[in-house]
C-alpha cells in the first residue's frame, strides 16, 4: 500500500497517484535480481514521494525468474513496468531499450542490486529540473561520495584505472564516468542516442563521449552501497568490452567494434594455429597434417572466443551452438580458399612482394569471415 504524497493511503490512493502521467522515468537494468526487485520498488516509493515516476526493469531473460517479481508488482501498481529481452545481453543495451521505451521528460538510470542509493535521486532530478544541467551524476569520487561497495582492492583499482583512461578521451571532465547511477534529460538523449556505441557496461561513459552538443553536468555525491543480495555481473570480459568501446569511440564509429573484435580473435587464432603445428611437428607428425589440424583447432577456439566476446549480447547456446559452430567452420573454410586464391592472383598478376599479397589476401578473407558469420550464424 502506499501514499499520495499528500499523506492518504489506500487503493484509492494508489490509484489517483498511478493515473499521474509520469514526470520521470527510473530505468533498472538487471540480471538475476529477483530478491531486490521488491526492496528496490519500495526504496523509491519513500525517496520519490510526492513525484510522479515510474520505473521500467529492463530483464534479460534472468534464469532466476526477476521478470516474475516484477510482473507481480506491476499487476499492482502501474508506475512498475518490465522489459523481458529474449537471447540477448547487455547492461549498455538493456538501459538504451528501457530509455527509449519511456516517456517521461527526464530519466533516471540506476542500478537493481540497491548498491546506488535512491535518497540521491530527488538531488540528481532537482539538478535537471531546477538547475538546467543535462545531465546529473551520481558521484563516488567527489567530496561525500564514497566507493565503499565495490566489491574488494582488485575492483576498486580497475575502476580507478579506468576513470584515469575514460578520462583523457572525455570531451567534458567528470569524476566517476564509469557511474551507473545517473540522470538525464530526454531531449538530450534522443540527440544522443543515434551515436552511441551500446556495448558493454559503460552507457553513461558512452553518452559523455557521444553527446552531438556541449553538456551541462552536475555531480551529486553519493555513496557506493555493498550488495545485500546477488552478485555483481562485472567479469574481466566486460573490461575488454570497455577497452572495444573506448577503441569505438576513437574510431569515431567508422570501424565496428565488433569488427575490431572479430580481427582481434582472429589474430589470436593464428597464434593458437601456430602452436598446434609445432607442436605436431614436434611429435612428428607432417607438415599437412599439422597444418590441416591446426587451422581446425584455431577455428574451433576462434568460434568459441566470437560467441564469448564479439557477439557476447546475442551468444548462442546449446543446438544452435553446435549449428553455429558447423557454419563457421564452413564459412572460414571458404574464406581460406578466398584468402589462398586472391593471394595467388595478385602475386601473378605482376611483381608483387609476397607479403603485401598475403595481408591482402588475409583482409578479404577477415572481411568475408565478419561480414557473413555476422549474418548467418548469430544474425545481427
Ligand atoms: N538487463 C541486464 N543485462 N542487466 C544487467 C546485465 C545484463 O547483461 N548485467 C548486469 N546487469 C544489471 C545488474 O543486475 C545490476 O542491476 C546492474 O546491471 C549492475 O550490475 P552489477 O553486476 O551489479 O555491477 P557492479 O556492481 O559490478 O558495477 C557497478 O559499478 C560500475 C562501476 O564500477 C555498476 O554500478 C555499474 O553501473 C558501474 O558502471
Ligand atoms: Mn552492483
Same mark, same amino acid.
Request: aromatic residues 6%; hydrophobic residues 45%; proline residues 3%.
Given at each position: 500500500?502506499?501514499?499520495?504524497?499528500?499523506?492518504?493511503?489506500?487503493?484509492?490512493?494508489?490509484?489517483?497517484?498511478?493515473?499521474?502521467?509520469?514526470?520521470?522515468?527510473?530505468?533498472?537494468?538487471?540480471?538475476?535480481?529477483?530478491?531486490?526487485?521488491?526492496?528496490?520498488?519500495?526504496?523509491?516509493?519513500?525517496?520519490?514521494?510526492?513525484?510522479?515516476?515510474?520505473?521500467?526493469?529492463?530483464?534479460?531473460?534472468?534464469?532466476?525468474?526477476?521478470?516474475?517479481?516484477?510482473?507481480?508488482?506491476?499487476?499492482?501498481?502501474?508506475?512498475?513496468?518490465?522489459?523481458?529481452?529474449?537471447?540477448?545481453?547487455? +547492461?549498455?543495451? !538493456?538501459?538504451?531499450? %528501457?530509455?527509449?521505451?519511456?516517456?517521461? *521528460?527526464?530519466?533516471? @538510470?540506476?542500478? &537493481? #542490486?540497491?548498491?546506488?542509493?535512491?535518497?540521491?535521486?530527488?538531488? +540528481?532530478?532537482? !539538478?535537471?529540473?531546477? %538547475?538546467?544541467?543535462?545531465?546529473?551524476? *551520481?558521484?563516488?569520487? @567527489?567530496?561525500? &561520495? #564514497?566507493?565503499?561497495?565495490?566489491?574488494?582492492?582488485?575492483?576498486?583499482?580497475?575502476?580507478?584505472?579506468?576513470?584515469?583512461?575514460?578520462?583523457?578521451?572525455?570531451?567534458?571532465?567528470?569524476?566517476?564516468?564509469?557511474?551507473?547511477?545517473?540522470?538525464?534529460?530526454?531531449?538530450?538523449?534522443?540527440?544522443?542516442?543515434?551515436?552511441?556505441?551500446?556495448?558493454?557496461?559503460?552507457?553513461?561513459?558512452?553518452?559523455?563521449?557521444?553527446?552531438?552538443?556541449?553538456?551541462?553536468?552536475?555531480?551529486?555525491?553519493?555513496?557506493?552501497?555493498?550488495?545485500?543480495?546477488?552478485?555483481?555481473?562485472?567479469?574481466?570480459?566486460?573490461?575488454?568490452?570497455?577497452?572495444?568501446?573506448?577503441?569505438?569511440?576513437?574510431?569515431?564509429?567508422?570501424?565496428?567494434?565488433?569488427?575490431?573484435?572479430?580481427?582481434?580473435?582472429?589474430?589470436?587464432?593464428?597464434?593458437?594455429?601456430?602452436?598446434?603445428?609445432?607442436?605436431?611437428?614436434?611429435?612428428?607428425?607432417?607438415?599437412?597434417?599439422?597444418?590441416?589440424?591446426?587451422?581446425?583447432?584455431?577455428?574451433?577456439?576462434?568460434?568459441?572466443?566470437?560467441?564469448?566476446?564479439?557477439?557476447?549480447?546475442?551468444?548462442?547456446?546449446?543446438?544452435?551452438?553446435?549449428?553455429?559452430?558447423?557454419?563457421?567452420?564452413?564459412?572460414?573454410?571458404?574464406?581460406?580458399?578466398?584468402?589462398?586464391?586472391?593471394?595467388?592472383?595478385?602475386?601473378?598478376?605482376?611483381?608483387?612482394?609476397?607479403?603485401?599479397?598475403?595481408?591482402?589476401?588475409?583482409?578479404?578473407?577477415?572481411?568475408?569471415?565478419?561480414?557473413?558469420?555476422?549474418?548467418?550464424?548469430?544474425?545481427?
Amino acid at each position: 500500500m502506499r501514499t499520495d504524497g499528500q499523506g492518504s493511503v489506500g487503493p484509492e490512493a494508489v490509484g489517483r497517484e498511478s493515473c499521474r502521467p509520469a514526470r520521470v522515468s527510473i530505468v533498472v537494468p538487471c540480471y538475476n535480481e529477483r530478491d531486490n526487485v521488491r526492496p528496490m520498488v519500495d526504496a523509491l516509493d519513500h525517496a520519490l514521494a510526492g513525484r510522479a515516476w515510474e520505473v521500467i526493469f529492463v530483464d534479460d531473460s534472468s534464469p532466476d525468474g526477476t521478470i516474475d517479481v516484477v510482473r507481480d508488482l506491476a499487476a499492482q501498481d502501474a508506475r512498475v513496468r518490465g522489459i523481458l529481452r529474449l537471447g540477448r545481453r547487455g +547492461l549498455s543495451s !538493456a538501459v538504451i531499450e %528501457g530509455i527509449l521505451s519511456s516517456s517521461a *521528460g527526464i530519466v533516471a @538510470v540506476m542500478d &537493481g #542490486d540497491m548498491q546506488h542509493d535512491e535518497r540521491c535521486l530527488g538531488q +540528481l532530478l532537482d !539538478a535537471i529540473e531546477t %538547475g538546467g544541467n543535462d545531465i546529473a551524476i *551520481g558521484s563516488r569520487h @567527489v567530496a561525500g &561520495g #564514497d566507493a565503499g561497495g565495490l566489491a574488494n582492492r582488485w575492483r576498486r583499482m580497475l575502476s580507478d584505472a579506468g576513470i584515469r583512461v575514460a578520462r583523457r578521451f572525455m570531451p567534458v571532465k567528470v569524476s566517476d564516468p564509469m557511474s551507473g547511477f545517473f540522470a538525464i534529460r530526454r531531449t538530450l538523449f534522443t540527440a544522443t542516442a543515434p551515436h552511441l556505441s551500446g556495448t558493454g557496461f559503460k552507457i553513461l561513459l558512452d553518452i559523455l563521449m557521444s553527446a552531438p552538443v556541449p553538456l551541462r553536468v552536475a555531480e551529486i555525491p553519493f555513496v557506493f552501497r555493498s550488495r545485500a543480495a546477488g552478485e555483481s555481473k562485472l567479469d574481466s570480459v566486460v573490461l575488454i568490452q570497455f577497452a572495444a568501446m573506448m577503441l569505438d569511440r576513437l574510431c569515431r564509429g567508422y570501424l565496428p567494434v565488433r569488427f575490431i573484435s572479430f580481427c582481434f580473435v582472429g589474430l589470436l587464432g593464428i597464434g593458437v594455429n601456430l602452436g598446434v603445428l609445432s607442436v605436431l611437428l614436434e611429435c612428428g607428425a607432417d607438415f599437412s597434417l599439422g597444418q590441416v589440424v591446426g587451422t581446425y583447432v584455431s577455428m574451433i577456439v576462434n568460434f568459441w572466443l566470437n560467441n564469448r566476446l564479439t557477439y557476447r549480447d546475442c551468444r548462442l547456446k546449446g543446438a544452435a551452438l553446435v549449428r553455429g559452430l558447423c557454419l563457421f567452420v564452413l564459412i572460414c573454410s571458404i574464406g581460406a580458399l578466398a584468402n589462398v586464391g586472391v593471394a595467388q592472383m595478385i602475386l601473378s598478376s605482376g611483381p608483387r612482394h609476397w607479403t603485401s599479397a598475403s595481408v591482402a589476401g588475409a583482409a578479404i578473407a577477415a572481411v568475408w569471415n565478419y561480414a557473413v558469420s555476422s549474418t548467418l550464424i548469430w544474425k545481427i
